[in-house]
């Protein structure tokens, strides 16, 4: 936040293109013409509504800008939502306690690598960065590396990097059974 209560919004699109905006939810592509960081005044709550289009390639974004004081995002409880923090879980309580939360919000992990067993019995999987895997999935995977190596109650450490969720009010009640720590701004898309 600036001096007089002001706070600076700047958009981008990558690599290129035109953007358009408004504060009020009408059609952005017809909003005025994005030129330059957006001041937004006062301490209340703004929605940025964004339009970009690059040579007949069109994207729409909304941006909640939150309170100035506000801890963590704003997360719209009926919007779908993405969890973009970096996630581990270093034993099997906390494996299977982060695997059973997704499972029960039908969420889909993104890059996920998991490393079962220790020594010289293990098995280290990293999935591409593309792929995109329910929780369901990768407890059946787990199970079959476990029964590879020939240890059924091996460890299974976890890392996440992005997690999907339906809605918002699924992504609150994962980060709640996980107990995930403070979300910060941008770990959150919706």
């Known amino acids: 936040m600036l001096p007089g209560g002001k706070r600076i919004i700047e958009l981008t699109v990558k690599p290129r293109g035109t953007i358009r905006w408004n504060t009020t939810g009408a059609n952005p592509k017809d909003g005025q013409v994005y030129t330059g960081p957006i001041e937004l005044d006062g301490k209340a709550e703004v929605t940025i509504y964004a339009y970009a289009e690059d040579q007949g390639v069109p994207t729409q974004r909304t941006f909640v800008i939150p309170k100035p004081d506000q801890i963590g995002p704003t997360i719209d409880r009926t919007k779908p939502a993405r969890l973009r923090k970096k996630l581990d879980f270093f034993d099997n309580a906390g494996t299977f306690a982060a695997l059973n939360s997704a ?70 009640t994962y980060l709640t059974k996980v107990g995930v720590g403070d979300i910060g701004a941008g770990e959150v898309e919706q």
Do not use: M, W, Y
């Open 103 to 172: 499972k029960s919000v039908q969420a889909k992990l993104r890059e996920v690598t998991v490393k079962i067993g220790t020594g010289t019995r293990n098995v280290v999987t990293r999935f591409g960065s593309e792929s995109v895997i329910p929780a369901d999935k990768l407890e059946a995977f787990i199970a079959a590396a476990r029964q590879a190596i020939g240890d059924e109650t091996a460890e299974v450490v976890l890392g996440v990097g992005e997690v999907q969720f339906q809605s918002g009010h699924d992504l609150e």
